[in-house]
């Protein structure tokens, strides 16, 4: 089975920490060990893991995906969002995270952030939790 996470982006460039929502999934699914895959069916956004302790680690990435990747270049697609789509594909779609006791195998610093890099959208993340019979 397939669940949804849906996200109300207000920004055109935003982390959201979704942990906690997978963690609810995870508890709800009964689920003691085995995978959970995570999928960002969207173009110009993503996921990724990283440490959510302190926020100034999310605004550095922000502020250095924005530097190596500006909106303002003469890019050729019409939208006006071609830095997105390149963030997108630099960040990825997606992230598989090891279930064990029925937690996520995250290091003690780490969290799963949603990407929103052409907001404020309204956008989903779909989550894959795979028993693996343990």
């Not at 995978?35 to 680690?57: M, R």
């Not at 550095?60 to 270049?73: A, C, F, V």
Request: with cysteine; aromatic share 6%.
């Amino acid at each position: 089975m397939t669940n949804n996470i849906n996200i109300r982006t207000k920004a055109r460039t935003e982390f959201i920490d979704i942990t906690s929502e997978i963690e609810k999934l995870l508890d709800e699914s009964g689920i003691k060990s085995g995978i959970c895959f995570l999928y960002v069916p969207h173009t110009t956004a993503g996921i990724t893991i990283n440490e959510g302790a302190d926020p100034s680690v999310v605004s550095d990435i922000q502020r250095t995906l924005s530097k190596l990747i500006p909106n303002n270049l003469n890019y050729s697609h019409m939208e006006g969002n071609s830095d997105a789509h390149i963030k997108s594909t630099v960040v990825g779609a997606s992230k598989t995270v090891i279930i064990d006791d029925g937690k996520l195998l995250l290091g003690t610093w780490q969290s799963i952030f949603f990407c929103e890099f052409d907001g404020p959208r309204h956008r989903r993340v779909l989550v894959k939790l795979i028993n693996d019979g343990v």
